[in-house]
């Protein structure tokens, strides 16, 4: 029961994840080659996810541990894509000032984030738990 309705949350999560980077594809495209990597890596995390999604095998809806990491970098980038939308809308305020260098480092840190969730990811397709394989007979 637990197990569904995080995997559920984790595909909303992938949605608001798309949305998210919407919102931030000026700041990536300004922050350089730290935002390209963090692109292009999105762009391959989201065609996982969706071959996660149509391959229908339990393992990506069992596994709690993979799924509630995968909601927590939205969460990270959710936080970032705020921060960055507050400071783009009160740019007069001397409070908020957006440094490219915390958008650039976040993105590294994002892009680390995904290369272990599209690794984790090959890990889990390539193992599927759900079929027992039969013992040769000898």
């Not at 260098?101 to 599209?118: A, D, Q």
């Amino acid at each position: 029961m637990l197990a569904k309705i995080i995997y559920r949350l984790r595909l909303i999560a992938s949605i608001v994840y798309i949305i998210f980077i919407y919102f931030l594809l000026s700041i990536i495209f300004e922050s350089g080659w730290q935002g390209i990597i963090f692109l292009v890596l999105s762009l391959v995390f989201l065609m996982a996810t969706l071959l996660s999604l149509l391959s229908h095998k339990e393992i990506f809806k069992k596994t709690i541990s993979y799924n509630i990491v995968i909601i927590a970098s939205v969460v990270y980038l959710g936080i970032i894509t705020f921060r960055c939308l507050q400071v783009v809308n009160e740019y007069n305020s001397a409070l908020y000032s957006l440094n490219m260098e915390y958008c650039k480092t976040n993105f590294i840190i994002l892009s680390f984030v995904l290369i272990g969730i599209l690794l984790n990811t090959m890990v889990l397709f390539l193992s599927d738990n759900t079929k027992q394989k039969k013992p040769i007979k000898r």
